[in-house]
């Protein structure tokens, strides 16, 4: 499965001075490669090829490392069947418990204005008793400009994964206070469960992260 996605996109002259624009460097630590100019500081992490920080004029942006994500939590129906349900079938996968490690990284292209790094990660559950059951391999193509400009593209593997369907294919990270609000283009602007997408329309949206809570009751 391939996806795609923008970390800064379109006109960056509504977030960045240009004239404060420069060209690239890179540089390998013991912990991590780093790629920056004067303006932004992207660091890549040598143990599990996944992006671990971005700061932008010294301001955090990217706290906690960019991951893949194949686990959400549960609802009442995945919980149901016993030993058969769609939890315990993803619990015995290991996909609630996946731990990221690079088994390659390398630089397939550098110069002042764009480099290119290449991340092959291994995710396996850190459960010995279900470590064989989800054996998933990850590839990660960060592109990096000098116009701050970071492209990110995953492909992932997932014909090792001992369960029918799954819960999840996504990229989790955290970001550093002060990013309550966002725009988004999809279903809304309330939420749309497969079951309920009829009720809501493709358009473009903003709304806060608070605001996206659903207080849902429990079904008896």
Same mark, same amino acid.
């Given at each position: ?20 624009? +420069? ?15 004067? +303006? ?32 959400? &939590? ?10 058969? +349900? ?89 970001? &550093? ?44």
């Amino acid at each position: 499965m391939e996806k795609s996605f923008d970390l800064q996109h379109g006109d960056l002259s509504r977030y960045i001075k240009t004239s404060a624009l +420069s060209a690239l460097s890179k540089k390998a630590k013991d912990q991590a490669i780093i790629i920056k100019n004067e +303006s932004m500081e992207l660091r890549i992490s040598k143990k599990t090829g996944l992006i671990k920080s971005l700061k932008h004029q010294n301001k955090p942006y990217i706290i906690g490392e960019m991951q893949p994500n194949y686990f959400r &939590a549960v609802t009442d129906n995945d919980r149901g069947g016993g030993k058969n +349900s769609y939890f315990n079938i993803w619990k015995r996968a290991g996909l609630d418990s996946l731990t990221h490690k690079a088994t390659s990284l390398n630089i397939l292209h550098s110069d002042s204005n764009e480099i290119q790094v290449k991340a092959i990660v291994h995710s396996i559950s850190t459960d010995a008793k279900v470590r064989t059951n989800a054996a998933i391999q990850t590839t990660f193509v960060y592109t990096v400009k000098s116009d701050n400009t970071i492209h990110v593209t995953v492909k992932s593997d997932l014909s090792k994964v001992a369960a029918p369907s799954l819960p999840r294919v996504g990229i989790r990270f955290a970001m &550093a206070s002060g990013f309550e609000n966002f725009e988004w283009y999809g279903n809304g602007p309330d939420e749309s469960y497969s079951d309920r997408k009829d009720g809501v329309t493709i358009g473009l949206y903003k709304g806060s992260v608070s605001s996206q809570w659903v207080p849902y009751p429990e079904a008896s």
